[in-house]
């Protein structure tokens, strides 16, 4: 089944406007973690839509155009102190709520990719297991939530060039944590994340 065709499918249900949410960056020890919300027109088909994994930054990059070009949508991120303070599974739901609310379309139905309903008030919600590769809108989602962080996390890398953001987004790579050794975390690492490291360094 395609990915327009999942969405066909909840269309059928009777519902109006079907959003799609997704997140971007859960994993990494640095940055906010990014969440996107997408309305797709029922009547167009964005050639090349994909589960953002599956593509490469030049086709999210020119995806992403054409989702902000024809859709409704709204990007949300919770930083860094946020994912400290309440852990990154509710910056995770809590950036997704941000998206969601912030889009000037209310969406009458909303597809979630993962799991766990973010808890919009008076939404109906559909937790969509792998919905990136099952549903057009979440895919959509997914697109704009990644070229969204990676786009911050590269602009992240022009006011801390020590850390080499642009080339590995803040994710637990080895060039990352050699970084870290040599120069000690910022005040946009997760703290939360970095106890083993500091533990290894015996702080």
């Known amino acids: 089944m395609s990915l327009y065709a999942y969405d066909r499918e909840v ?16 994993g990494p020890l640095a940055g906010p973690v990014y969440a996107a919300a997408v309305i797709l027109p029922r009547d167009t088909e964005i050639l090349g839509l994909n589960d953002s994994k599956k593509l490469t930054e030049r086709k999210r990059d ?13 990007i949300a991120s919770v930083d860094a102190a946020g994912i400290d303070e309440m852990n990154i599974l509710q910056a995770s739901l809590l950036a997704m709520r ?8 209310p969406p009458d139905c909303l597809l979630v990719d993962g799991n766990q309903d973010p808890g919009v008030p008076n939404l109906h919600t559909r937790t969509v297991v792998k919905g990136d590769a099952t549903s057009a809108a979440i895919a959509a989602a ?7 962080r990676d786009r911050h996390m590269k602009a992240l890398d022009q006011e801390y060039p020590q850390y080499l953001f642009a080339r590995h987004k803040g ?11 040599l120069h000690g975390s ?18």
């Open 171 to 181: 994710y637990p790579t080895k060039l990352h944590y050699e970084m870290l050794d």
């Open 98 to 105: 941000r998206a969601v609310e912030g889009l000037h379309i």
């Open 142 to 148: 997914s697109i704009l939530a990644k070229v969204a």
């Open 62 to 74: 020119a995806l992403y155009g054409l989702i902000i070009e024809k859709a409704a949508y709204c």
């Open 11 to 26: 269309y059928a249900l009777g519902f109006e406007r079907i959003a799609g949410v997704d997140e971007a960056g859960r």
């Open 186 to 203: 910022s005040s946009v690492h997760r703290q939360s994340f970095l106890r083993k490291w500091r533990a290894d360094r015996g702080e």
